[in-house]
């Protein structure tokens, strides 16, 4: 065992570790500050007024610098009478721990001069007292901090006082307690902790049941368990759904959403009959769209004819008809299209159910909806259905709409019909909207059109937009037009955007994007470079533009960007391999499951989008052009 920091320094110095030198010897020329700083520092808490801040400050980082030979006295601060100096130390033994995880070659190396344990034993230490802060602290703050340090330091050490907790059933110590036990049900999603996740699972089941649990006990419960999608909890789920209270069953429905068992989804959707409550009603038709199971149509159909005067029930069971791929819906959707008595909220949401469900019938029905209001949603699905009747209605309001949105749909819906007679309308528009979303989306029609009348204008765009999107939708254009004139314009946009020091390099992404397509290799490595940007927004451009261009080397980089720090760069990589196409990707998405990207609303219901449902309709698509043997 080392002892001596000579011994220690030669160590480190022969192996030249990564960390910065001068931070090492800080903390070697600090080692083991013993009780005498840590009192000092105790006084400076307790006469905060007669020490100065920096002086205070100086002694906080000698304290953390010292690292393990600094647990001995801090958690001996754990049982001070003043919950000030016991709050404190807990901060401290925080930064430590932080330390110890952050750099492990130092944790293994410096193993505390005098003393006959390594850091790791220090840790365990330092677990020990956060939990008996946690359990029997007098303070609820210092109680509150104990609890969020061991989620993330030692959650399976948690658990089974959390579920203590839980069966008790004090009020104080649930409101207190429950914060707690949803960041460490997130956490164990979002870092995949496996064996935490199964235990805190099986301790919220066995702590409560739907007839006795109370509110305060089951509403907490229910919500995490949604939080880590755990189907084990669908009886318990589906037995509040006949709860007295709207509240618990709002939960309910929210977590039975969320569980990802298309097994749950037909007792949900019976449920909608006899449920009252509006807003329950809404939780349950956001989480029959989750499940996305055909089952649920007939009750889901039922509910939304008895309730199409409904403008907020209508529309979301609308929705989730779409979501369930509930393709008898169909001739009723087509009617209350047709039916100008209809609420507009309720027709615009029937249009865009028969696009998303490719209803080969709705043309008619939607062109005559449109003839009585000209409405965005109505000109989404006509063009989403690739509707060529709608053509002439599109070019009149691009040209003549005072309406942002109508424009913007109507370029949209000239890209997916792809009509080579929109092409002279798109161009005047390209170079004459007021609107930059307008001109991007008449950009992307062009490229879709591969009209060659478009090419001179796009060049345009490319050069002298006046904004970045406007020109980065230029230069995606020019790939999907495919003309390889167009490569000289590209490779002048990516001279001239390579070197800026914007932070978003949409422009030099896409049009190194679009060299690649049309054969000119050269770029890619401007690619693989903003893989690594230092912006998530250019490794997000950067992966999606590689998948689309179905390079040799998208593979090695889309397994990186599963991995990424940042939700939105993963997010991407999943969207990577679904444009690439190779399913031997499919183990490495399965793995990457279990990945939150937005905080959820726990009291109305509603979810943040998530990569698992990329990563679902990912598998999916991967699976079916490449079936199992």
Known sequence: MLKTRPQIFRLLTSLCVGCSLTGTLTLLGEAQPGSSIVQEFVQAVQKEKELGHGRRLALQMRIVNAGAASVDPLVGLLAHEDSRVRAVALSLLQEIGKQFDE????????????????????????????????????????????????VHSAPGELIPHLADILRGGEEARL????????????????????????????????????????PGVLEPVLRALGMMRAKEGGGL????????????????????????????ALPLAQRLASERDGRVQQVILTGLARLKSPEAGPPLLEFARANSASAAAAPMAIEALAECGFRPACPWLRQAVSDPRSLEDVTDAAALALAKLGDAEAGAPLLEAFGRRPSPAILAALGELREERAVPFMLKLLRESTSVNLRLMAAVGLGHIADASAAASLIEALEQDEDERVRGQCAIALGRLRAGAGRAALEKALAQDETVHVRAYAAFALGDLGNPDSCPALRAALESTENQRSPDKIVLINAAAALLRLGDA??????????????????????????????????????????????????????????????????????????????????????????????DEIVRALQAQSPPP
């Not at 190396?109 to 034993?121: I, P, T």
């Not at 789920?237 to 068992?261: I, N, Y």
Request: proline share 5%; charged share 20%; aromatic share 6%.
């Open 237 to 264: 789920a589906l037995r509040t759904l006949s709860h007295p209270e709207a509240s618990l069953r709002a939960v309910a429905a929210f977590a039975l959403g969320e569980f990802e068992a298309p097994s749950l």
């Open 175 to 214: 409101e207190e307690t429950v914060p707690i036990l949803l960041n460490l049900a997130e956490q164990t999603m979002m870092k995949r902790l496996t064996g935490p996740r199964t235990a805190l699972i099986r301790s919220l089941l066995e702590c409560v049941s739907a007839e006795t649990a109370a």
């Open 103 to 150: 750099d492990p070659l130092i944790v293994q190396l410096y193993l505390v001069d005098g003393l006959d344990r390594s850091a790791a034993e220090a840790r365990d230490q330092m677990t020990r007292a956060l939990v008996r802060a946690f359990v029997s602290d007098p303070a609820a703050d210092i109680r509150r901090m104990a609890g969020f340090s061991l």
């Open 522 to 615: 050269q770029p890619v490595g401007v690619l693989h470079d903003q893989t690594r940007s230092h912006h998530p927004w250019n490794r997000q451009n950067a992966l999606i533009a590689l998948g689309l261009t179905r390079h040799p080397s998208a593979r090695a980089y889309i397994l990186r960007g599963l991995k990424d720090a940042h939700p939105m760069v993963r997010h991407a990589a999943v969207t990577a391999a679904g444009d690439l196409g190779d399913a031997s990707l499919v183990p490495d998405l399965e793995s990457a499951r279990g990945d939150l990207y937005f905080q959820h609303d726990y009291h109305h219901g509603f979810r943040g989008y998530m990569v698992d449902m990329k990563i």
